[in-house]
């Protein structure tokens, strides 16, 4: 994905997930990674969901005090 920008940015480094990457290359066994990798996807849907409600809260509350 070199070149190629991000269309969300977690605000997370990805140094962590290059770290696991390359601790890994140099094995056939992959449990570690799928694990490290699926504990990021399910970090990242967290938050989204996290960031979701918060907007559908405001949301809400701008409703609710809506001068029109």
Request: glycine share 2%; hydrophobic share 35%.
């Amino acid at each position: 994905m070199m070149g190629r920008k991000q269309l969300i940015n977690s605000g997370r480094s990805s140094q962590p997930y290059h770290s696991e990457l390359e601790r890994h290359q140099s094995t056939l066994n992959i449990t570690d990674w799928i694990i490290f990798f699926s504990e990021t996807i399910l970090d990242a849907q967290r938050v989204t969901l996290e960031r979701i409600d918060f907007f559908i809260q405001k949301a809400k509350f701008y409703d609710r005090f809506d001068a029109s």
